[in-house]
């Protein structure tokens, strides 16, 4: 018999009284659930790896038991998630590397010191994000590091088993003055937007993994109602961001698929008084691009 007691207690914060309840709610659900509990217990006790990944980070055991990723999302299908992106991360990437991912490591992937402060990108697994996924991509701002923006996703097969990233949230800068930050984050970028360079660095990511689709969830589709106000409207609406990035709504609503590149406009398109900002936005773009690619096969099989 599994204890899932002892694993409760490595994931929970036991001198919260809100964590004392997660801990009850989590221990009941996994015994209830035992029979789907056990073959996703004996994939991570398979071999050594698998065992030391789930040593650093336990929580993909608690995912399953909660009603994250999406809306609607079964246990079964949490279960196939965690699974395959456990499966593919440590297919691609090199153990040490996937199993530092998994102890909530960071992995710089680029920066820029041009600016007022530095501006950096990190590949990394932090608890807070799994709500919405397993993997995140995160922009920090400043010498004290402060999240920007990040992509929280997952990697797992769909429904025709193509590798595929799924975005479960994008999150914006919780801090007191973000507004002017992400204007100087901006102008720092050539008067790229902060959101379309989140979603830029997504798709390098998608590319240099061979991942063949991205997917991401619809206002339907996410897992909670926190984006949503009490009247009823939204604070953040994700299907016009996906739209107005090239994406189209699946056959399932709760998800959108997006294009793996971002078009880029021809310099005719662009108005000449523009083009100076524009071919200075595009050697960013490239040279983050190429960057990121570097950093990323020290990283890979």
């Known amino acids: 018999m599994i204890n899932f007691i002892d694993i409760g ?5 036991l001198s919260n009284w809100r964590e004392q309840r997660r801990m009850v709610v989590f221990v009941l659900r996994a015994y209830i659930h035992y029979a789907s509990m056990k073959p996703l217990y004996d994939f991570f006790m398979h071999n050594q790896t ?3 990944f789930i040593s650093n980070n336990k929580y993909p055991l608690e995912q399953v038991t909660r009603a994250f990723f999406y809306n609607k999302s079964t246990m079964q299908e949490r279960i196939t998630i965690v699974k395959e992106h456990v499966s593919f991360i440590m297919e691609k990437f090199k153990e040490e590397c996937a199993l530092k991912m998994a102890a909530h490591e960071f992995f710089l992937l680029w920066e820029d010191l041009r600016g007022e402060e530095p501006l950096r990108l990190y590949m990394a697994f932090e608890s807070g994000q799994r709500k ?6 995160i922009f920090r701002w400043g010498h004290n590091y402060a999240n920007l923006y990040q992509m929280i996703f997952w990697i797992a097969r769909d429904k025709n088993a193509e590798w595929s990233l ?3 949230a994008m999150q914006g800068p919780n801090m007191e003055n973000a507004k002017d930050v992400v204007k100087k984050v901006t102008k720092q970028c050539h008067a790229y937007r902060t959101k379309n360079l989140t ?9 240099v993994l061979g991942l063949k689709h991205i997917y991401a969830v619809s206002n339907y589709g996410y897992y909670a109602n926190n984006h949503v106000r009490s ?3 939204l604070k953040t609406n994700f299907g016009d961001f996906w739209e107005e990035s090239g994406g189209h709504v699946t056959e399932d609503a709760r998800f959108y698929e997006l294009p793996l590149q971002e078009e880029r406009k021809s310099e005719d398109e662009i108005p000449t008084r523009k083009r100076s900002v524009y071919r200075k936005r595009f050697a960013l773009m490239d040279e983050i691009k190429m960057t990121m690619t570097q950093n990323l096969a020290k990283l890979l099989k």
């Open 9 to 13: 207690k490595s994931i929970y914060d």
């Open 50 to 52: 698998n065992r030391r």
């Open 132 to 137: 919405e996924g397993m993997l995140s991509l």
């Open 166 to 168: 799924w975005i479960g």
């Open 199 to 207: 979603l830029y660095v997504t798709r390098i990511f998608a590319e």
């Open 231 to 233: 009247d009823r409207k």
